[in-house]
């Protein structure tokens, strides 16, 4: 597509040791960008430059410090020239519960780095460069920013805020420089272990794309809202979770059932078969006009006589064939492999 090549132009990308901020490093400089990654250490941040092409380079800097930031902006007009791509991606959640029992060291260290980091960084780098030149800012939030759900309240407060806050500098800073930010789903990184590592083939079965994200899947979204492909998208957040916002997906994949007569009425198909045979009239012969009448039946009722034997110490031995409906049997295996018993409750979206 026109106008994703980003050769010329050079990024700093916070939290950028793994994950997600290392894909999307990854993704610039295949694009031809020059990129700066950051982490809180030195050596994580230079790790990751070695793993990703080009030209680029890493800074320890912790996210909300002032001065580290500070020299990393410098540093990177000194090496390159530029500072027209700024992605704030490093994000922390260390409060774990109902948000009136976090203390205020959880809220402030919550509140510092998903959402003063940023604050702090394109404060920076509008100063230092894209105020006058040009620029594009991508924030990374959450769909947790955009529904309520247990346990990571606070986390998602922040990340609801920063959803806010990549409008507000959206019209703060135009024309020149493009605010947006990407709201990705679960996604297989570290900071979201405890979302997919037990459960992976639940979450993916609930998201309507059938898995969970990859971190490769926020760094095209990202790479293209820093592009001029995206020159005229400002203050948006991209949401990149494989259809988690739209809702549970099992529901709508189960199988069509067969309603059969028997199914109806409470009839066990076992018991009506073996009354038909004690009265020497075999089950297909009468099946044959009941399959024509009603659709769907006649596989129905030999689906439960398959499995009648073991239904059969539940069914009356008086030959009636009825019983009450107390509940549905679950079918034949291949029937029942195909539809979950039931849809556990809905999991944290992050
Ligand atoms: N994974 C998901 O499902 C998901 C979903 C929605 C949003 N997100 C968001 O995506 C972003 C990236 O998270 P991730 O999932 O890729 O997590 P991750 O794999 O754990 O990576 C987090 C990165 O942030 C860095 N980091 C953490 N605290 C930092 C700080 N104070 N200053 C500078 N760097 C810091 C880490 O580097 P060091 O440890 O080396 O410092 C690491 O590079 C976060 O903003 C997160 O909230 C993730």
Redesign the pocket.
Known sequence: MAGLDLTGRTAVV?????????AIARSIAEAGGNVVL????QE??EA?AAQVNGTAVGVG????DEEAARRCVDLTLERFGSLDILVN?????PAFGPVIDQDHGRFAKTFD??LW?PVLWTGLATRAWMGEHGGAVVN?????GMASEANIGL?NAS?AALIHLTRQLALELSPKVRVNAV??????????EA?WKEHEEEVSASVALGRI?E?AD?ASAVAFLVSDAASWITGETMVIDGGQLLGEARPFRQEPVSVSSADIVGIDAGAVGRWFASLGVGFAEVMRPVAGAVPGAAQGLALRHAGAARFSREVPTDGSGCRTPRRRSPGPPSRRSSRPARVPPRRSR?
């Open positions: 916070t939290g950028a040791s793994r994950g997600i901020g290392l950051t982490s809180r250490t994580a941040a990751a800097a912790h996210a909300v991606n490093a994000g922390t959640n780095v998903n980091a990374t939030a959450s769909v947790g986390y990340k709201a990705p789903g679960v996604v297989r990184t570290k900071l979201a979302l994200g971190p926020i992050w």
